[in-house]
């Protein structure tokens, strides 16, 4: 025995180990887990970047739940202090889900930290979820009459901050989105005039229809199929319109 069989065998019940400690995870994600019991499971996590994407995926799973302030207060608590874990604006996206279902003081103190992090969250991006971000801290801020002039700052960063014109049509999407339930998106813009603008040019500067227009055509289905239906028969080649038509 030239040590290979051990090593392997090692190797096997390591493998079981990982396997047998995700399953363990997986049992947490059951709504109504209480908070304390997930923070108990995640300190017992050897990786601190496993650690913040339990805690992550948790909060986006169940954003309504009474537990997401201590979970995110953790979770800002390690993305902080793990050196080697650098987040992007999809995680802070995903924690902002749980904004508008906070207390309003869990609320502002999540929101703040949050806030202390856009300015390298908007180098950062993704673009698209850099405005998701900001529609949610929008939707907090909504919920207690908060002023902060973030509806100006989204405006300002589709209007100056968003070069490509797939992302720009993506986001005119999801902030009309929005705007249909009675908030500050409402004077955002006109947005079938922006749409239809950004819509245009991307038809006109590229060729590749289907992969640029994909995320703003889902979006576009649940704000107006019709229009939905007109960017699909707009597309360049019979395969791509019959793709879209099938999104």
């Known amino acids: 025995n030239d040590g290979s069989i051990d090593i392997l065998t090692e190797k096997v019940e390591t493998l079981e180990d990982r396997k047998k400690e995700a399953l363990g995870m997986l049992g947490l994600f059951k709504k109504g887990t209480p908070a304390d019991k ?8 050897n990786e601190p970047s496993d650690a913040i994407f339990i805690l992550r995926h948790w909060i ?3 954003p309504e ?26 995680v802070y996206a995903d924690i902002s889900k749980a904004l508008q279902y906070m207390k309003k003081e869990d609320g502002i ?19 698209i979820d850099f405005v998701r971000l900001q529609c949610n801290l929008v939707l907090f801020e909504d919920r207690f009459k908060i002023n902060s002039g973030r509806i100006e700052e989204i405006r300002r960063y589709l ?12 986001a005119l ?39 640029l227009v994909r995320d703003a055509l889902e979006r576009e289905v649940a704000l107006s199929f019709d229009n939905a239906i007109h960017w699909a028969s707009r597309l360049n080649t019979r395969a791509r319109r019959d793709l879209a038509y099938s999104i």
Do not use: W
């Open 60 to 62: 986006n799973s169940f």
């Open 159 to 170: 209007t100056n901050g968003i070069e490509d014109l797939s992302t720009k049509l993506s």
């Open 109 to 127: 103190s999540v929101s703040r930290r949050i806030v202390s992090e856009l300015e390298s969250l908007r180098k950062i991006g993704p673009s």
């Open 65 to 90: 739940d009474s537990s997401t302030f201590k979970l995110a207060d953790k979770l800002m608590s390690l993305i902080v202090s793990t050196t080697d874990y650098h987040a992007n604006a999809s």
């Open 38 to 45: 997930i923070l108990k499971k995640v300190e017992g996590v």
């Open 173 to 211: 999407s999801l902030v009309h989105q929005h705007s249909s339930q009675g908030n500050s998106f409402g004077n955002f813009c006109d947005f079938d005039a922006e749409k239809s603008k950004a819509f245009e040019e991307l038809l006109a500067n590229s060729a590749d229809h289907i992969a």
